[in-house]
């Protein structure tokens, strides 16, 4: 927050005699509004890159009209919303109908004040704050109860319980692997974590204790999808099923705002993965972590947060929907005795001296693994490429 | 206009609701209930008591429209029942007039009408995967199948001018002979299907550990029941018994044919469950192409025929009646036509469709189901409301 | 318990496995055509708006008497014997005068059956599929017209045994040809393959 205020003060020299509550409150309310703009346009454009990438995945081009190459769909898309009648249906309970997307909203940006996006760039570098993300992750969970309950519609109930029993379920595991970064860096503040990784990429706790810490990293990214209601967990939102599950009921600029709720919560919780495995806003290589003296470490989080939201996304498209009580043992049978094994097995780990600061092959497997499955990737779109070329002379022919 | 079928309408009472369950209706507009089907469902919680479906909302008069035009004038409106096979449609209500009327059509004409009922299977099969995958959760599948049941659709619309309701199987033949091209198309659509969709299909969707759980171990027909509701076609088959027209009763010339009748085994949970009533669908779409890629083979050592050689100027059969089954992607299809031997209209059509039977055994199993199952079940007997309610 | 990790480990592969599918189709082929600026090629056996050209109609009724849902209205009186005999282009003579030939697009079920029994092949299915209107009662077509210039010489060499899928492009009423866009299709109704999406 000084950094804040510091940076008001060269920017607005006049502020310099403000009785001193006003810079702080200025110092405070400036980030955070700056913060929540962004992220309130942030979903505009995941929810492009959802449907275009939806629509290539599955042979066809998406959104192509509106705007060049349909960028301004989901522009049309929110006026659309914003227009619409807010339809209230019979029966309702009016303030938990209004205010569950709220709460639900609320619980997706409040993540947002403690990821670091430069070493100065935080809104409020919390010393628990590993502690806060978790304390309030699970605040969105009341406002999809209480979009349920309040629909006075059966499919919503039956949405809004089951999304209740999954989002409990997936915060134990979640919270058992958070505690591996905090055991290992020895600190609940995220800036501390982040600062643990720097260097490159092969100090991300993502490589570290290879292949314990990766195992750490997918049951926490897996939880953190149930999370989100993300297929193949969004079951409280089964489309085939229950229509539209909690948010049936909605429309307009409430279903608007759940839309939002949605895509926020990935943004926090792709950006606090990275934060915690990815190595936050450093770049894979020092060289590459600022131009001239200006810091691009914003852009290696967001892009690093961006990247995890395109798996999450291709994750979707790709599998199937488990039902609530599969759903279930996944969480609890399946993620959570690994999650335990790896935190006992990490603890001992860093209690024994010889491996300390992680296995012998750290350093290395890093590179090898990131080379690897980029390489592969980008084999398996060459090999698209040309069966697409082929495919074209063979039709012309 | 709604009929409740299902067992024990006696015990089925409004007075004695209990409070502790709910009776959710899956209305008549659902995403996923495969056309206008309404189900009551008694829940307790997830868990279905009792399951009711009520068909009858796409009711549209075809047997008794059958009596008001003649026998060719009933083509159009066969099409029009089970919308997404209709050449299975045609070709069932064509070999029962020709039955009746005693014609026998030339080799020529019966291989191309196997050519089209089996391109016409591997299309229906895309849609009952396809959305049966979409209403598991996987939207993927969905539209790769459909992209490749586009290129059959363009074969079919190269040969008789139609994409989706064909008129194609006349009485006593076709009605449009093969465009020129036509096996050469065939065969490069079908070496793409073969060697990059159906792989890709068990990859993406069949072999998916999430499609096993969410399929294998659910709605499990026992043998013994199906038979004794009349189950035929894939949902048969997929309990584990070999039961196939093309192969024990084989009719316009499929016995010329070597192919596999593919069964349920069970490998991922008790015989008969949805995941083998799918995976003997996506087997018989394999086996489809290998009947095409030989009947194929037929029709380039052959000579050209008259497809319109043995059609009859008019259709006036003499008194008496037939009862003709094909095999249709569905299942059974039978058509008991009756002739009264004066006029040119029939006296009766009367239609045993497939679905209409396997909608018939949904009350048994779906009892104990959870609600996510009940959409699975639906999904895997394969209905097609435009078939079970005519 | 080796059951439970390998149902695990399954579980864990076969999403990498559907992963790398949907990976790769990201850079495959797309298949969608953007119509209205690319317009699929219909074959000409396409099914789509009837047409009848009424200068060779002979009103015998048959079209009528085919069609199973009843979609054409045909009235017809037989022409004064002392009237200027008029032929059909195949050269039948045409003994009716056919003062309504209506036919209603909206209950037609585009089956085709209309066109087999005509016997001058005067009645077809175009590939012409964009008629849609707002008014329903638009879609009642008047085939029937006052002032139609007949043949009054019998073009006995004319004879043209049309097959019924063969639509004579200028005959047919607004009958815009596929717009722009790059359709590589072979147009030619005769042989070469199914036509390919444009924007290939």
Redo the contacts between chains.
């Keep these: 927050m000084d950094f804040t205020v510091g940076l008001l003060l060269k920017l607005v020299p006049g502020l310099g005699g403000a009785p001193a509550w006003v810079l702080i409150t200025l110092g405070a309310v400036v980030p955070a509004v700056l913060l929540v703009t962004m992220m309130a346009l942030g979903p505009i454009l995941y929810v492009y890159a959802e449907t275009k990438i939806?629509g290539f995945?599955?042979?066809?081009i998406g959104p192509k009209r509106v705007g060049p190459h349909g960028m301004l769909q989901t522009v049309a898309d929110a006026v659309k919303l914003l227009f619409k009648e807010a339809i209230f249906p019979a029966g309702v309970d009016k303030v938990l109908f209004v205010l569950a997307p709220c709460i639900v909203n609320v619980g997706a940006f409040l993540p947002f004040v403690v990821v670091p996006f430069g070493s100065h760039l935080q809104t409020a570098d919390l010393n628990v704050g590993v502690f806060y993300v978790t304390a309030v992750a699970s605040l969105s969970t009341v406002g999809l109860i209480m979009a349920g309950w309040a629909s006075n519609n059966?499919?919503a109930l039956?949405g809004g319980m089951r999304s209740a029993a999954q989002i409990v379920s997936y915060e134990i595991p979640a919270v058992m692997i958070l505690l591996i970064p905090v055991m290992i860096v020895g600190s609940l503040s995220l800036q501390d974590i982040v600062a643990a990784q720097a260097g490159g990429l092969q100090s991300w706790l993502l490589f570290r204790y290879f292949p314990l810490m990766p195992i750490a990293f997918l049951i926490f990214f897996t939880a953190g999808m149930a999370e989100c209601n993300r297929?193949?967990f969004?079951?409280p939102e089964?489309?085939?099923?229950l229509?539209a599950g909690f948010h049936t009921e909605y429309s307009g600029f409430f279903f608007a705002m759940f839309f939002m709720a949605e895509y926020t919560e990935m943004f926090v919780i792709s950006a606090v993965t990275s934060v915690l495995f990815l190595g936050g806003f450093h770049a894979p290589h020092p060289a590459l972590q600022d131009i001239h003296g200006f810091g691009l470490g914003f852009l290696w989080l967001t892009a690093k947060a961006w990247s995890l939201m395109f798996v999450m996304m291709w994750l979707r498209?790709?599998?199937?929907?488990?039902?609530?009580?599969?759903l279930m043992y996944v969480a609890w049978k399946v993620l959570l005795p690994i999650s335990m094994v790896l935190v006992v097995a990490v603890g001992a780990l860093l209690m024994i001296p010889a491996t300390r600061n992680g296995f012998p092959w750290d350093p290395y497997v890093g590179w090898l693994v990131t080379i690897a499955v980029f390489g592969a990737l980008v084999a398996w779109m060459a090999g698209a490429r040309l069966a697409k070329k082929r495919h074209v002379r063979?039709l012309a022919a | 206009m709604a009929s409740a079928i299902g067992s024990g309408a006696a015990d089925w009472k409004l007075d004695d609701l209990e409070t502790d369950e709910?009776v959710?209706n899956m209305g008549p507009q659902?995403?996923?209930t495969h056309g206008v089907l309404r189900i009551e469902l008694k829940t307790d919680g997830?868990v279905v008591k009792a399951a009711r479906p009520h068909i009858g909302y796409l009711h549209r008069c075809f047997e008794k429209?059958a009596e008001s035009?003649d026998y060719?004038?009933?083509?159009?409106?066969t099409d029009?029942m089970d919308y997404v096979a209709s050449m299975g449609n045609s070709l069932g209500y064509a070999l029962a007039v020709e039955k009746l009327l005693g014609i026998e059509t030339s080799p020529y004409v019966s291989t191309i009408r196997v050519i089209m009922a089996e391109l016409q299977r591997i299309a229906s099969h895309c849609v009952a995967v396809g959305t049966y995958?979409?209403?598991?959760?996987?939207?993927?599948p969905f539209?790769?199948l459909l992209?490749d049941r586009?290129k059959i659709l363009?074969?079919f619309?190269?040969?008789?001018?139609?994409r989706l309701?064909y008129?194609y199987n006349w009485v006593g033949g076709v009605?449009?002979d093969l465009?020129?091209?036509f096996v050469?198309?065939c065969r490069?659509f079908l070496r793409e299907y073969d060697a990059i969709t159906i792989p890709?299909l068990m990859?993406?969707?069949i072999?998916?550990?999430?499609?096993i759980?969410?399929t294998a171990g659910v709605g499990v027909l026992p043998v013994d029941l199906a038979i004794s509701y009349d189950l035929t076609g894939p949902n048969l088959r997929g309990s584990g018994l070999p039961r196939d027209l093309r192969k024990d009763h084989p009719y316009c010339g499929y016995d010329r044919f070597e192919f596999a009748v593919p069964v349920g085994r069970g490998e991922h949970g008790p015989v008969g469950s949805c995941f083998d009533r799918n995976w003997v669908r996506c087997i018989e779409m394999a086996e489809s192409s290998k009947i095409i890629h030989q009947a194929l083979d037929l029709l380039e050592k052959s000579e050209r025929a008259d497809v319109h050689e043995k059609v009859p100027k008019r259709v006036k059969p003499a008194k008496g009646e037939v009862y003709s089954r094909s095999e249709a992607p569905r299942g059974q299809l039978g058509y008991y036509v009756v002739a009264d031997g004066t006029g040119v209209n029939p006296y009766r059509v009367k239609v045993k469709s497939p679905c209409f039977t396997a909608m018939s055994v949904f009350h048994v199993l779906a009892k104990g189901m959870?609600?996510?199952?009940i959409?699975a079940l639906i999904g895997s007997l394969d209905v097609v409301l435009g078939e079970i309610d005519r | 318990m080796i059951r439970y990790f390998k149902?695990v480990w399954?579980?864990f592969w076969?999403?990498l496995?559907?992963m790398k599918?949907?990976w790769r189709?990201l850079f495959t082929q797309k298949?969608t055509l953007q119509y209205p600026e690319e317009k699929w090629q219909?074959?000409p056996?396409?099914?789509m708006r009837l047409f009848m050209a009424y200068e060779d109609c002979i009103g015998c009724g048959q079209c009528a008497r085919?069609?199973?849902?009843q979609c054409i209205y045909i009235k017809a009186e037989k022409r004064d014997s002392k009237a200027t005999p008029i032929f059909a282009a195949n050269g039948q003579p045409i003994k009716l005068d056919v003062s309504v030939f209506d036919i209603d697009m909206s209950l037609c079920?585009?089956?085709?059956?209309c066109t087999y029994p005509c016997p001058t092949n005067c009645i077809y299915?175009t590939p012409e599929y964009e008629f849609a209107t707002t008014d329903l009662t638009q879609q009642l077509y008047h085939f029937a017209k006052t002032g139609a210039k007949f043949l009054t010489v019998n073009p006995k060499a004319a004879a043209k045994p049309a097959a019924p899928?063969a639509p004579a492009a200028p005959a047919a009423p607004k009958a815009t040809p596929p717009a722009s866009g790059t359709p590589p299709a072979p147009a030619a109704p005769?042989?070469?393959?199914?036509?390919a999406p444009a924007g290939a």
Excluded at chain 2, 207 to 211: D, E, S, W
């Design positions: 939806a995945m599955q042979d066809r059966k499919y039956f297929t193949p969004d079951i089964a489309e085939s099923e229509v498209w790709t599998l199937p929907r488990l039902r609530v009580d599969q063979d | 709910m959710l659902h995403p996923s997830e429209h035009v060719p004038g009933v083509i159009p409106y029009r995958g979409m209403d598991i959760g996987a939207f993927t539209l790769h992209r586009e363009d074969l619309e190269w040969t008789c001018g139609a309701l008129n009605s449009h465009p020129e091209g050469k198309a490069q890709e990859d993406l969707l072999g998916n550990k999430i499609f759980k969410r959870m609600i996510a199952d959409i | 149902d399954e579980g076969t999403v496995v559907g599918i949907t189709h298949v219909l074959p056996k396409s099914r085919a069609c199973p849902v079920c585009y089956c085709n059956l299915m899928a005769s042989g070469g393959a199914p036509p």
